[in-house]
Structure formats: C-alpha cells, structure tokens
C-alpha cells in the first residue's frame, strides 16, 4: 500500500505518547500540521520520501508538547526583564539587588521586580518605602511580592499614582501604613491597581516588543500552549497576540480567559472574535481570594496566627454565584482563583448552583491553586466535573514553617492534595502561574513526584506524591481536557496536532534530580519545528 510522502519522519527509542505510562520505541510520520501515523520505524519507512525530513534519536524522550494550563503572559513578559528579589534574604539584600538592576537600567522610567519573600528574609518583617527611597528617591517603583497578591513600592510611585495619608482602601485592598498614618510602602490586593496602572503603561511596539521574548522563552522550554489568564495586574494585548498570528509569528497555542465579571455582552464578543486553532477565548477567569501568606485568602476558620481574620471573598458570595450561573448559561467555562479553604468552597457552590439553575452539561469549569481544603469538598471536584488546575512548585516557593503557622496543624493535613484529589477522580491539569513562578515545566513536574519543600531536602505530604507519568499528563492531555482539545492534542496519535517537545534525556531511566538538568532539544508546533538545539540528519 503507497502513502503520501511525509513532511517529517520523528523517530526515537523512548517515545512517550501519553497513551500509557511508559515511553517506547517509535515513529511518527507528519504531514502538514498533523501526526499522520505512528508506529515502527520499519511500518512507516513508506512515508519517507524524496523530500521528508528525518528526525531520528536515541535515548532522548519525545513527548507531547507541554502545555500551560495557568499563567499570564504580559505579566510574564516584563518580568522577563526585570529584577527577581526570590533569592535575598533579607530586605537589605533586596535592595542591594534592586540598586544593582536599577543602576544597569537607567532607561527603564519604572523600577519592576518579582518574586520577594519577607517569609525568607531574617526578620520576616514586611519591607518599607523608606528602604527604596534611599536607593531611588526620583525614580518609581513597584515590587511584587512572590505571590504576586501585595507589592512594596517607594515614595515617588506612591506620588504618581496619588496614594495619600487621605487615600481609603478599595474595595477588597489595604493601603497599609505606619503609626503616622502614612502610607508606608505596602498594597495588598486591589490597592495595587493605581501603581499597576502607571507603572504597566506600555506602547503597542513595547508590548508587541515584550510578547516576542515571551514566545522564545515559551519556545525554548517546550511549551507548545499556554492558557491566559485574567490577573490583578492585567495588560492588554489582544491586538498584539492577534497581530503575531496574522503575520504567522505565532510560535504557541494561545487560550485566553478575560474576566468573569458579570458583562457577558463583551465576554460573548470576545470569544466571537477570537476561536481560531491557535487564539481563542476559552471561556472567563476570577478571583475568589488571595494568598495564604498575605491573610488574604478566604479560610472557612480564622487564621491560626490571626484569629481576628479568615480572609475575605474578592466579590460578594452572591454576585459570584450569580455571574456563574448567567455564564454558565451562555456556555462558558468558568475559572476561579481559590487557595483558602473557604473559596474553593464557595467555588464549588457556585458551580453546583449553575447546575440546578442550568442543567448539568460539560462545561469543564475549574478551580485554580486549590491549596487548603477541607476533606469534605475534596469528592465535589469528581461529582461537579470541576478541573484541578494546580501548580505544584507552589508547595516549594513559600517558606513551609511559615505557611504553616498560618493555617494550623488541623488544616496543614489537608494541603496541595495533589495525589489524594486524583485519586478521587478529579481531572488534574498543571501550570506555572508565570510569572508568580518561573516558566519551566520541568520544575512542575519534578516537584509534583517528589513533594520537596522550601527547604530543598524534606517531602511535604510524601503520600500525596505522584508518578511521572501522572504528573506528564497533567501538562499535557491534562489541560488539552480542561480546553476541549483532547480530541487534537495532549496526546501523540495519528490524527492530532503535530505539537511535541523533545527533551535531551529519558526522564523514566533516571533520578528525579535528573527531571531538573534536562533540557528541551526541539520544539514542534503545528508540525513545523520553532526551535531546535539538535542537528537535523536526513536519511
């Protein structure tokens, strides 16, 4: 039997397609953007042709693209270039660090950093303005904490965004200030926004600028699609992310998810407008609470180091439940930012409640972080078909002992339940949350099978580890689920969507560490290779 040459034969001895939990021998022969068979070297050497490109490894392992089920790609973007405070130690050192980056930067009008983690830092203190001002008296800038949920800016930013002593908090947001009543420094929440505002005040060539250096990291690290999600600190970029694909840039699959925010007239133009195979609107995105480390995060019982708080909700818990059931009517799935115990609660509510309104259809709705919960939801997840859409290096990133003497002993059992949720037949779907957390699937991965704490040595919750191979589908057919693309991606099979990643060692033959050191070899999407370190061999 003759068959139409391939574009590309792909071969190697550890092909990892998904649809089992081992990788092995194999070949795939690509025709345009699709997988148009796989099977033995030998079995599809009759689609090799004058003009097919062979691709042929080894030991290297071949894999579905990986595909990010949460992060943000503007926000992303400018931490690409920006200051990351993750590894001081203490707020001198931060602001050693932003002095050094601020003095190699003297074009930047705004001072932008990441990642800083007062939990790390000697006197686990939260940081002032006045540290910033002696380093950058004229200069604004803007600090985001590593969760991203409060940022520590100086006077000058303060000044252009109008932050006075008279300045009241917003609506779910604190101004925090000292004894004087100045502000000093600190905005939790939505008192963020005035700062975010100026400081995020990018040019369309700026952005256009900013999204180009995000793709080629994307490309870089193997993720072949992303899912964008609504953020506190948005940046509009729509006509960006549209511009790149009409002019065949476009290197990722892009989901995107504006907010959930009761105008559906707009969220109904937006997905109209965009539902192409490589930008979509996927469905609406909100928050619920904040962090732990912050006491924003809505707990069902006070905190344990705080028990005048347990949080609060981002909205009322009627207006939440409300602009689900009305956009779970029209067809959309829904996302919802919920960390505390109390949030993923509601969440679960609000779903159930678009349920009994609505009928039950597949809508695929889910719940993003999904840190502290209590046992009792923990099935809800399976029964409501709500997605798990976790990122495991979250456990690692906040010091353990502090998130813990947040919470308390009683609900610290009961937290980033990745295996237990599983095994109650959740759908898992994995994320970096970039650029609250790098952009390296790998780490994801390496932290969902080990379970590693902040302290680098000790497993938190061993028992909630899971297999590498459980935790490659949750970056890969995991989040292709949680789009309604199963039926094109997330998996390497004959009549799929020519997306794959190989990386330059089998990742089944080795150590977990070994998860960490290894690095992507090529990048395919659409079935055309947008970025390679390895040398092409014809045969």
């Known amino acids: 039997m003759s068959h139409q040459a391939a574009d590309i034969l792909i071969s190697g001895k550890a092909v990892f397609t998904g649809l089992s939990d081992r990788p092995a021998p194999a070949c795939m022969a690509i025709r345009a953007n699709r997988i148009v068979a796989v099977g033995s070297e030998e079995e599809l050497q009759c689609y090799a042709g004058e003009h097919t490109k062979v691709y042929s490894f080894q030991d290297q392992l071949i894999l579905p693209g990986f595909h990010d089920f949460h992060l943000h790609i503007m926000q992303g973007a400018v931490a690409l270039t920006s200051v990351n405070l993750f590894a001081a130690r203490s707020e001198e050192e931060a602001v050693e660090m932003i002095r050094q980056f601020a003095d190699a930067n003297r074009e930047n009008p705004w001072i932008i950093g990441f990642m800083w983690d007062a939990g790390y830092w000697d006197t686990r203190q939260l940081p002032t303005r006045h540290s910033l001002d002696r380093i950058l008296p004229d200069r604004p800038a803007i600090l985001f904490h590593a969760e991203g949920h409060h940022a520590w800016v100086n006077t000058k930013a303060l000044e252009i965004a109008g932050i006075t002593r008279e300045t009241e908090n917003p609506p779910y947001g604190v101004i925090r200030k000292d004894e004087k009543g100045e502000p000093n420094g600190i905005l939790f929440e939505k008192a963020m926004g005035p700062v975010v505002r100026h400081a995020f005040d990018f040019s369309h060539s700026r952005k256009k600028e900013m999204f180009s250096r995000f793709l ?3 490309k870089s690290l193997g993720v072949t699609s992303v899912h964008d999600l609504h953020g506190l600190k948005t940046i509009d970029a729509y006509d960006v992310f549209e511009e790149c694909e009409a002019s065949g840039k476009l290197t990722a699959r892009l989901h995107l998810w504006p907010a959930l925010d009761g105008d559906l007239e707009r969220a109904k133009q937006l997905r109209a407008r965009y ?23 809505y707990m069902l019982e006070p905190y344990a180091d705080d028990p005048d708080t347990r949080g609060e909700t981002s909205f009322p818990p009627e207006t939440i439940k409300k602009w689900v059931v009305d956009a779970d009517k029209e ?16 969440a679960l509510d609000a779903f159930e409640e678009a349920q009994r309104s609505n009928g039950k259809r597949e809508l695929r709705h889910s719940i993003e972080h999904v840190e502290v919960i209590h046992p009792d939801d923990i099935p809800r997840f399976s029964e409501l078909g709500v997605t798990a859409s976790m990122q495991p290096d979250h456990l690692a990133m906040s010091e353990r002992g502090g998130y813990t003497d947040r919470i308390g002993a009683a609900r610290e059992k009961y937290v980033f339940p990745i295996r237990t949720l599983q095994q109650a037949g959740a759908k898992l779907a994995f994320g970096t949350d970039f650029p609250i957390d790098v952009l390296h699937p790998l780490l994801q991965i390496y932290r969902a099978v080990t379970r590693i704490d902040s302290s680098g040595k000790t497993a938190w919750h061993p028992h909630e580890r899971i297999s590498l191979a459980d935790a490659l589908k949750a970056y890969t057919s995991g989040p292709a689920y949680g789009a309604f693309r199963e039926h094109e991606l997330g998996t390497l099979e004959a009549g799929k969507l020519a997306d794959l990643v190989v990386l330059d060692r089998n990742l089944f033959d080795g150590s977990a560490d070994e998860i960490l050191e290894a690095k992507v070899q090529l990048t395919m999407v659409d079935g055309s290779v947008v970025y390679e370190k390895v040398s092409l061999r014809d045969e």
């Open 331 to 346: 067809g959309f799935s829904i996302r919802f930012h919920a960390i505390g115990d109390g949030a993923i609660r509601l």
């Open 216 to 218: 080629a990291h994307a």
């Open 275 to 297: 539902r192409s195979d490589r930008l979509r609107v996927s469905g609406l995105k909100q928050f619920i609470d904040g962090v732990i480390t912050a006491r924003t995060a």
